[in-house]
């Protein structure tokens, strides 16, 4: 279900969504804009959630040595081996 609402915008503001829009009609330019501003929220609200808790428990110094010499390439310490 929609609700239809009123809102003030500045003419210029207004002007440069009409111009960008295109064929679309402004109220779903709107609710678009709206939906990645909550995306973006959540996201930054999630971002922060992680901040916080890597500062309670901070990433030890060899909690992912073994993960990263598992990852790396063969040849990535400069040693080359036979290819065929």
């Not at 402004?26 to 996201?43: D, N, P, Y």
């Not at 992680?50 to 110094?61: A, K, N």
């Amino acid at each position: 279900m929609t609700k239809t609402v009123s809102i003030r915008m500045d003419e210029a503001l207004l002007r440069a969504l009409d111009a960008q829009g295109g064929k679309r009609a402004r109220s779903e330019v709107l609710r678009e804009a709206v939906e990645v501003w909550l995306a973006q929220k959540r996201l930054s609200a999630k971002v922060e959630r992680h901040r916080e808790g890597y500062g309670r428990w901070p990433e030890q110094v060899d909690e992912f040595g073994a993960l990263h010499a598992a990852q790396a390439w063969p040849f990535a310490s400069g040693k080359r081996g036979r290819r065929g």
